[in-house]
Protein backbone atom coordinates (compact mmCIF):
# COMPACT_ATOMS: atom_id res chain seq x y z
CA UNK A 1 0.00 0.00 0.00
CA UNK A 2 1.62 3.55 -1.17
CA UNK A 3 0.62 6.47 1.42
CA UNK A 4 0.99 9.79 1.42
CA UNK A 5 2.23 11.45 4.41
CA UNK A 6 1.94 15.30 4.90
CA UNK A 7 0.92 17.57 7.50
CA UNK A 8 0.38 21.14 8.61
CA UNK A 9 -0.91 22.71 5.87
CA UNK A 10 -2.16 25.86 7.90
CA UNK A 11 -4.41 26.61 5.18
CA UNK A 12 -5.53 30.36 5.32
CA UNK A 13 -1.89 31.86 6.87
CA UNK A 14 0.13 34.78 6.09
CA UNK A 15 3.61 35.22 5.64
CA UNK A 16 4.45 38.91 7.52
CA UNK A 17 0.82 39.59 6.09
CA UNK A 18 1.69 38.35 3.13
CA UNK A 19 -1.07 36.26 2.27
CA UNK A 20 -0.24 32.42 1.24
CA UNK A 21 -3.41 31.53 -0.08
CA UNK A 22 -2.18 31.17 -3.99
CA UNK A 23 1.03 28.91 -2.41
CA UNK A 24 -1.29 26.84 -0.44
CA UNK A 25 -3.37 25.84 -3.67
CA UNK A 26 0.15 25.54 -5.69
CA UNK A 27 0.78 22.77 -3.17
CA UNK A 28 -2.20 21.58 -3.37
CA UNK A 29 -2.19 21.03 -7.06
CA UNK A 30 1.06 19.27 -6.47
CA UNK A 31 -0.55 16.80 -4.37
CA UNK A 32 -2.76 15.70 -6.65
CA UNK A 33 -0.07 15.55 -9.45
CA UNK A 34 1.73 13.45 -6.91
CA UNK A 35 -1.26 11.09 -5.71
CA UNK A 36 -1.78 10.46 -9.54
CA UNK A 37 1.72 9.80 -11.26
CA UNK A 38 2.60 7.74 -8.19
CA UNK A 39 -0.35 5.75 -7.49
CA UNK A 40 -1.26 6.55 -4.20
CA UNK A 41 -3.69 4.65 -2.05
CA UNK A 42 -3.95 6.59 0.93
CA UNK A 43 -3.31 10.73 1.67
CA UNK A 44 -2.05 10.54 5.29
CA UNK A 45 -3.05 14.64 6.48
CA UNK A 46 -1.29 14.80 10.42
CA UNK A 47 -2.78 17.51 11.66
CA UNK A 48 -3.04 21.68 11.16
CA UNK A 49 -5.08 21.45 8.26
CA UNK A 50 -6.47 25.16 9.38
CA UNK A 51 -4.03 27.66 10.44
CA UNK A 52 -6.61 29.02 13.37
CA UNK A 53 -10.00 27.10 15.14
CA UNK A 54 -11.83 29.62 12.85
CA UNK A 55 -10.82 29.82 9.73
CA UNK A 56 -11.61 32.23 6.69
CA UNK A 57 -13.99 31.42 4.03
CA UNK A 58 -11.26 31.25 1.79
CA UNK A 59 -8.98 28.95 3.42
CA UNK A 60 -12.61 26.45 4.00
CA UNK A 61 -12.98 26.57 0.29
CA UNK A 62 -9.29 25.68 -0.62
CA UNK A 63 -9.86 22.55 1.45
CA UNK A 64 -12.72 21.72 0.30
CA UNK A 65 -11.66 22.04 -3.38
CA UNK A 66 -8.64 19.93 -2.12
CA UNK A 67 -10.87 17.07 -0.50
CA UNK A 68 -13.05 17.55 -3.01
CA UNK A 69 -10.33 16.74 -6.08
CA UNK A 70 -8.45 13.81 -3.69
CA UNK A 71 -12.18 12.01 -3.52
CA UNK A 72 -12.38 12.17 -7.66
CA UNK A 73 -8.71 10.67 -8.05
CA UNK A 74 -10.01 7.67 -6.06
CA UNK A 75 -7.57 8.03 -3.30
CA UNK A 76 -8.35 7.24 0.28
CA UNK A 77 -7.95 10.43 2.98
CA UNK A 78 -7.24 10.66 6.78
CA UNK A 79 -6.74 13.79 8.66
CA UNK A 80 -6.54 14.48 12.00
CA UNK A 81 -6.77 17.98 14.10
CA UNK A 82 -3.66 19.82 15.11
CA UNK A 83 -3.48 22.14 17.67
CA UNK A 84 -4.24 25.47 15.42
CA UNK A 85 -7.45 23.32 14.53
CA UNK A 86 -10.73 23.54 16.17
CA UNK A 87 -11.21 19.55 16.41
CA UNK A 88 -15.14 20.14 16.41
CA UNK A 89 -15.31 22.40 13.46
CA UNK A 90 -12.97 20.60 11.82
CA UNK A 91 -15.06 17.07 12.68
CA UNK A 92 -17.93 18.26 12.07
CA UNK A 93 -20.31 15.89 9.82
CA UNK A 94 -17.31 12.93 9.94
CA UNK A 95 -19.37 10.09 10.07
CA UNK A 96 -21.57 11.37 7.23
CA UNK A 97 -18.53 11.58 4.86
CA UNK A 98 -16.36 8.67 5.92
CA UNK A 99 -18.62 6.91 2.76
CA UNK A 100 -16.87 9.51 0.38
CA UNK A 101 -13.49 8.36 1.52
CA UNK A 102 -12.74 11.04 3.75
CA UNK A 103 -11.53 10.30 7.39
CA UNK A 104 -12.03 12.89 9.94
CA UNK A 105 -10.30 11.89 13.11
CA UNK A 106 -11.17 14.72 15.65
CA UNK A 107 -12.46 12.73 18.79
CA UNK A 108 -9.80 11.16 20.96
CA UNK A 109 -12.78 8.86 22.26
CA UNK A 110 -11.85 7.22 18.56
CA UNK A 111 -8.47 6.89 18.63
CA UNK A 112 -8.54 3.19 18.76
CA UNK A 113 -11.02 3.00 15.54
CA UNK A 114 -8.74 2.55 13.13
CA UNK A 115 -9.94 3.52 9.14
CA UNK A 116 -9.44 -0.22 7.44
CA UNK A 117 -8.05 0.10 4.09
CA UNK A 118 -7.50 -3.28 2.26
CA UNK A 119 -5.21 -4.99 5.14
CA UNK A 120 -3.73 -1.64 6.86
CA UNK A 121 -5.65 -0.13 9.97
CA UNK A 122 -5.21 3.31 10.05
CA UNK A 123 -5.23 5.12 13.23
CA UNK A 124 -5.65 8.99 14.32
CA UNK A 125 -4.02 10.46 17.28
CA UNK A 126 -5.48 13.92 17.30
CA UNK A 127 -3.71 16.99 19.07
CA UNK A 128 -4.50 15.42 22.48
CA UNK A 129 -4.74 18.26 24.84
CA UNK A 130 -3.83 17.05 28.36
CA UNK A 131 -6.39 18.91 30.52
CA UNK A 132 -9.55 17.86 28.21
CA UNK A 133 -8.24 14.31 28.03
CA UNK A 134 -6.97 13.76 31.93
CA UNK A 135 -10.60 13.20 33.58
CA UNK A 136 -12.59 11.35 30.56
CA UNK A 137 -9.30 9.29 30.80
CA UNK A 138 -9.07 8.69 34.61
CA UNK A 139 -5.22 9.67 33.83
CA UNK A 140 -2.81 9.96 36.88
CA UNK A 141 -0.85 12.77 35.47
CA UNK A 142 -1.48 16.29 33.48
CA UNK A 143 1.13 15.65 30.66
CA UNK A 144 1.36 15.08 26.93
CA UNK A 145 3.53 11.39 27.78
CA UNK A 146 0.42 10.39 29.80
CA UNK A 147 -2.08 11.25 27.47
CA UNK A 148 -0.02 9.71 24.10
CA UNK A 149 0.58 6.42 26.02
CA UNK A 150 -3.12 6.12 26.88
CA UNK A 151 -4.14 6.97 23.10
CA UNK A 152 -1.26 4.25 22.08
CA UNK A 153 -3.00 1.70 24.85
CA UNK A 154 -6.27 2.31 23.49
CA UNK A 155 -4.51 1.40 19.54
CA UNK A 156 -2.68 -1.67 20.86
CA UNK A 157 -5.47 -3.13 22.38
CA UNK A 158 -7.61 -3.44 19.55
CA UNK A 159 -4.74 -4.22 17.17
CA UNK A 160 -4.26 -7.04 19.65
CA UNK A 161 -7.60 -8.57 17.92
CA UNK A 162 -7.09 -7.42 14.19
CA UNK A 163 -3.11 -8.82 14.40
CA UNK A 164 -3.03 -6.84 10.58
CA UNK A 165 -0.36 -4.33 9.79
CA UNK A 166 -0.86 -0.32 11.18
CA UNK A 167 0.04 2.88 10.44
CA UNK A 168 -1.00 5.43 13.26
CA UNK A 169 -0.93 9.42 12.50
CA UNK A 170 -0.16 11.87 15.48
CA UNK A 171 0.00 15.34 16.23
CA UNK A 172 2.82 15.82 19.08
CA UNK A 173 6.57 17.04 19.97
CA UNK A 174 8.05 14.00 20.32
CA UNK A 175 11.58 14.39 22.10
CA UNK A 176 14.95 15.14 19.50
CA UNK A 177 12.76 16.99 17.17
CA UNK A 178 13.90 20.52 16.00
CA UNK A 179 11.43 22.99 15.96
CA UNK A 180 11.15 26.16 14.06
CA UNK A 181 10.00 29.79 14.81
CA UNK A 182 6.46 29.12 13.47
CA UNK A 183 4.93 26.66 15.86
CA UNK A 184 2.64 27.33 18.06
CA UNK A 185 4.24 26.42 21.98
CA UNK A 186 2.15 23.12 23.20
CA UNK A 187 3.93 22.93 26.44
CA UNK A 188 2.11 21.97 30.06
CA UNK A 189 4.07 22.71 33.11
CA UNK A 190 7.62 23.72 30.58
CA UNK A 191 7.18 19.88 28.80
CA UNK A 192 5.75 19.84 25.55
CA UNK A 193 7.70 17.01 24.77
CA UNK A 194 6.38 13.22 24.43
CA UNK A 195 9.10 10.10 24.05
CA UNK A 196 9.64 7.93 20.41
CA UNK A 197 9.01 5.46 22.24
CA UNK A 198 5.07 5.57 22.98
CA UNK A 199 5.27 5.20 19.45
CA UNK A 200 6.56 1.20 19.29
CA UNK A 201 4.88 -1.68 18.22
CA UNK A 202 3.25 -0.10 14.68
CA UNK A 203 4.44 -0.07 11.40
CA UNK A 204 4.69 3.86 10.75
CA UNK A 205 3.74 6.93 12.70
CA UNK A 206 2.87 9.80 10.38
CA UNK A 207 3.68 12.54 12.76
CA UNK A 208 2.49 16.51 12.46
CA UNK A 209 3.17 19.85 14.81
CA UNK A 210 6.86 20.22 13.82
CA UNK A 211 7.40 22.30 10.68
CA UNK A 212 11.15 20.89 9.47
CA UNK A 213 11.33 17.20 7.66
CA UNK A 214 12.61 14.67 9.87
CA UNK A 215 13.11 11.50 10.71
CA UNK A 216 13.06 10.35 14.12
CA UNK A 217 13.37 6.69 13.43
CA UNK A 218 13.03 4.61 10.61
CA UNK A 219 8.95 4.59 11.24
CA UNK A 220 8.57 7.40 13.02
CA UNK A 221 8.98 10.54 10.45
CA UNK A 222 7.50 14.31 10.30
CA UNK A 223 6.93 15.12 6.78
CA UNK A 224 7.10 18.93 7.76
CA UNK A 225 4.68 21.99 6.32
CA UNK A 226 4.48 22.12 2.78
CA UNK A 227 5.35 25.87 2.96
CA UNK A 228 8.02 27.88 4.68
CA UNK A 229 6.39 29.66 7.37
CA UNK A 230 9.12 31.63 8.93
CA UNK A 231 12.98 32.73 8.05
CA UNK A 232 13.80 30.24 10.52
CA UNK A 233 12.86 27.24 8.09
CA UNK A 234 15.00 29.07 5.25
CA UNK A 235 17.16 25.72 4.93
CA UNK A 236 14.15 23.33 5.06
CA UNK A 237 13.08 21.21 1.77
CA UNK A 238 9.53 20.61 2.00
CA UNK A 239 7.19 18.13 0.95
CA UNK A 240 5.76 14.81 1.79
CA UNK A 241 6.88 11.35 2.38
CA UNK A 242 5.89 8.41 0.07
CA UNK A 243 5.55 5.72 1.98
CA UNK A 244 5.11 2.19 0.87
CA UNK A 245 3.94 -0.42 3.28
CA UNK A 246 4.70 -4.05 2.36
CA UNK A 247 3.83 -7.11 3.59
CA UNK A 248 6.02 -6.74 6.55
CA UNK A 249 5.98 -3.40 7.52
CA UNK A 250 7.47 -0.22 6.06
CA UNK A 251 9.75 -1.38 2.98
CA UNK A 252 10.18 2.32 1.31
CA UNK A 253 10.02 5.85 2.15
CA UNK A 254 11.24 8.36 -0.44
CA UNK A 255 10.92 12.28 0.58
CA UNK A 256 8.95 14.03 -2.74
CA UNK A 257 9.99 18.01 -2.71
CA UNK A 258 6.91 20.50 -2.81
CA UNK A 259 6.87 23.38 -5.65
CA UNK A 260 8.78 26.64 -4.40
CA UNK A 261 6.18 29.44 -4.64
CA UNK A 262 8.95 32.06 -3.09
CA UNK A 263 12.32 31.35 -1.62
CA UNK A 264 12.85 32.89 2.00
CA UNK A 265 16.24 34.01 2.83
CA UNK A 266 17.86 36.09 5.44
CA UNK A 267 20.94 38.72 4.58
CA UNK A 268 22.69 40.29 7.10
CA UNK A 269 25.55 43.72 5.90
CA UNK A 270 25.69 47.09 4.90
CA UNK A 271 22.91 48.71 3.25
CA UNK A 272 25.29 50.41 0.61
CA UNK A 273 26.35 47.03 -0.43
CA UNK A 274 23.59 44.75 -0.05
CA UNK A 275 21.96 47.60 -2.21
CA UNK A 276 24.81 47.50 -5.09
CA UNK A 277 26.84 44.39 -4.85
CA UNK A 278 25.91 41.58 -7.12
CA UNK A 279 26.60 38.93 -4.70
CA UNK A 280 22.54 39.61 -3.64
CA UNK A 281 21.41 39.63 -6.89
CA UNK A 282 20.10 36.25 -6.50
CA UNK A 283 17.78 37.05 -3.60
CA UNK A 284 15.89 39.98 -5.60
CA UNK A 285 12.47 37.83 -5.63
CA UNK A 286 12.76 36.48 -2.18
CA UNK A 287 11.31 36.78 1.20
CA UNK A 288 13.59 38.46 3.28
CA UNK A 289 14.54 39.77 6.46
CA UNK A 290 17.61 42.04 6.58
CA UNK A 291 19.62 42.67 9.17
CA UNK A 292 21.75 45.71 8.54
CA UNK A 293 25.14 46.51 10.47
CA UNK A 294 25.99 50.01 9.55
CA UNK A 295 27.57 51.90 12.38
CA UNK A 296 24.50 53.95 11.99
CA UNK A 297 20.75 53.59 11.18
CA UNK A 298 20.74 54.45 7.85
CA UNK A 299 17.54 56.57 6.74
CA UNK A 300 14.34 55.15 5.26
CA UNK A 301 16.03 51.29 4.86
CA UNK A 302 13.37 49.90 4.07
CA UNK A 303 11.82 51.64 1.30
CA UNK A 304 15.35 51.47 -0.12
CA UNK A 305 15.40 48.09 0.42
CA UNK A 306 12.34 47.46 -1.49
CA UNK A 307 13.42 49.18 -4.54
CA UNK A 308 16.33 46.00 -4.88
CA UNK A 309 14.16 43.37 -2.96
CA UNK A 310 10.53 44.38 -3.64
CA UNK A 311 9.85 40.98 -1.13
CA UNK A 312 11.79 42.46 1.96
CA UNK A 313 9.20 41.89 5.01
CA UNK A 314 11.92 42.12 7.99
CA UNK A 315 14.46 44.28 8.39
CA UNK A 316 16.37 44.93 12.09
CA UNK A 317 19.36 46.67 12.81
CA UNK A 318 22.32 45.35 14.59
CA UNK A 319 25.21 47.89 14.38
CA UNK A 320 28.94 46.65 14.17
CA UNK A 321 30.37 47.58 17.60
CA UNK A 322 26.75 47.78 19.43
CA UNK A 323 28.70 46.13 22.15
CA UNK A 324 29.87 49.35 23.37
CA UNK A 325 27.97 50.93 27.16
CA UNK A 326 24.86 52.94 25.76
CA UNK A 327 24.84 56.50 26.83
CA UNK A 328 23.19 57.40 30.12
CA UNK A 329 19.54 58.12 29.61
CA UNK A 330 18.23 61.75 30.45
CA UNK A 331 16.35 61.84 33.13
CA UNK A 332 12.87 62.22 31.67
CA UNK A 333 10.41 63.95 34.27
CA UNK A 334 10.08 67.35 34.00
CA UNK A 335 11.44 67.74 30.12
CA UNK A 336 9.43 68.41 27.11
CA UNK A 337 7.65 66.27 25.06
CA UNK A 338 9.41 66.78 21.57
CA UNK A 339 12.84 66.75 23.84
CA UNK A 340 12.21 63.24 24.74
CA UNK A 341 11.28 62.32 20.72
CA UNK A 342 14.15 64.17 19.83
CA UNK A 343 16.53 62.44 22.06
CA UNK A 344 15.04 58.77 21.23
CA UNK A 345 16.19 59.62 17.72
CA UNK A 346 19.04 60.67 18.22
CA UNK A 347 19.68 57.10 20.54
CA UNK A 348 18.04 55.30 17.81
CA UNK A 349 20.08 56.27 14.71
CA UNK A 350 23.32 57.82 15.94
CA UNK A 351 22.54 61.16 14.31
CA UNK A 352 19.65 64.15 14.73
CA UNK A 353 16.70 64.08 13.33
CA UNK A 354 16.75 66.58 10.57
CA UNK A 355 14.81 70.00 9.76
CA UNK A 356 11.67 68.05 8.10
CA UNK A 357 12.03 65.52 10.59
CA UNK A 358 11.86 67.68 13.38
CA UNK A 359 8.82 69.20 12.43
CA UNK A 360 7.20 66.31 11.70
CA UNK A 361 7.97 65.26 15.54
CA UNK A 362 6.37 68.69 16.43
CA UNK A 363 3.35 68.37 14.52
CA UNK A 364 2.93 65.06 16.25
CA UNK A 365 3.37 66.05 19.67
CA UNK A 366 0.75 69.58 19.32
CA UNK A 367 -1.88 66.78 17.83
CA UNK A 368 -1.70 64.54 20.61
CA UNK A 369 -1.32 67.70 23.59
CA UNK A 370 -4.44 69.07 21.58
CA UNK A 371 -6.60 65.27 21.80
CA UNK A 372 -5.81 65.32 25.38
CA UNK A 373 -7.02 68.37 26.10
CA UNK A 374 -10.31 67.67 24.10
CA UNK A 375 -10.91 64.56 25.61
Known amino acids: ?11 GRAF ?26 VVAVAGDVYDRA ?15 RLTSAGVRTILI ?33 PVVIGDVAFYGIPYLEPEAVRVPWELGERSHTAALRHAMGLIHADLAR ?6 VLAHAFVS ?46 YSGSPIAYSFSEERQLKGSWLVDIGPRGLSTA ?22 TSERWAGHEDHWLHVTLTDPRRPKAAMERLRRRFPHTLGLAFEPEGGDEAAPAAQP ?44
Open 54 to 68: LPSVDAVALCNDALR
Open 254 to 275: EFVPAPVPRPVATLRGHLDDLL
Open 162 to 167: RGTRAV
Open 81 to 113: SGNHDSARRLGFGAELIDAAGVHLRTDPARVGE
Open 332 to 375: LAGRPEIDVALDFVRAVRGEPADADETRLLRAAVEACRLKEALV
Open 176 to 221: GGESSDSERDISVGGVSHVPISAFDGVDYVALGHLHGRQRMSETVR
Open 1 to 11: MRVLHTSDWHL
Open 16 to 41: HRESLLDAQAAFVDHLLETVRSERVD
